[in-house]
């Protein structure tokens, strides 16, 4: 079966640095997104990574590893306003994108 | 502001009636979905429209109903549902490739549905 697993939920100081990670098991692989999920709103589009590597965007950069079914969402200088879910996504080969949990990421002062 | 709406926000309603979900985008995309999100569970794709033509029914109930009728409105008719199906319920739209690929999806803040 198709599979994305990632942590439930991590704790973190505020200005540090945190990882979330993801890994994946599908039926082919066009693309990886994680989206941001603050509580009661939409999920909203952070990064999407379809080659190997890291891709920064400002304070956020998302790695691939599509060898290893795996990715990670770094987030630096963390502020308050990060506190959120963190969803990944990857589009299979049939174009469907199949959902991680989310990562509940709380931030303490 | 993501460019889809949703309304209504909340609702609540008990097990006999019959309410509708709307969503509307304003991105002028060419596929709209309907997701169903539970507490500490992955988002369950439910039903996909892409240019009006449903494509996914991903084993959803009959008590759903979805109905596309343009490229801009999606609606979810729900009818005899289950306290089981309170959740949030996300309508999302994106631009499909040519090539038949999925770009990034936007989504609505979703319709928080409470069954008692």
């Known amino acids: 079966g198709q599979n994305i697993d990632q942590p439930t939920e991590m704790t973190a100081t505020e200005g540090a640095i945190v990882q979330i990670n993801c890994t994946y098991q599908t039926s082919g692989f066009n693309g990886l997104f994680w989206y941001q999920q603050h509580a009661g709103e939409a999920p909203t589009f952070l990064s999407y990574n379809v080659l190997d590597g890291l891709e920064e965007k400002g304070r956020f950069s998302s790695f691939l590893s599509r060898s290893k079914g795996y990715s990670y969402l770094l987030l630096k200088e963390l502020q308050m306003k990060d506190s959120a879910s963190y969803l990944c996504?990857?589009?299979?080969?049939?174009?469907?994108?199949?959902w991680g949990a989310g990562t509940k990421l709380i931030i303490k002062p | 502001e993501t460019g889809v709406t949703q309304t209504p926000r909340h609702l609540v309603m008990g097990m006999t009636n019959k309410k509708s979900l709307k969503c509307e985008q304003h991105l002028g995309h060419n596929a709209m979905y309907w997701y169903k999100q539970s507490a500490k569970k992955p988002l369950e794709l439910m039903f996909v429209y892409n240019f009006k033509e449903q494509t996914e029914n991903n084993s959803v109930p009959s008590r759903f109903s979805p109905e596309c009728p343009n490229s801009s409105h999606l609606f979810l008719h729900l009818h005899t549902l289950q306290p089981e199906d309170s959740a949030l319920y996300l309508c999302?739209?994106?631009?499909?490739?040519?090539?038949?690929?999925?770009?990034?999806?936007?989504f609505g803040p979703g319709t928080r549905l409470t069954v008692l």
């Open positions: 996504a990857v589009t299979d080969s049939n174009y469907q994108l199949i």
């Open positions: 999302a739209s994106s631009q499909t490739g040519t090539s038949g690929g999925y770009n990034e999806q936007f």
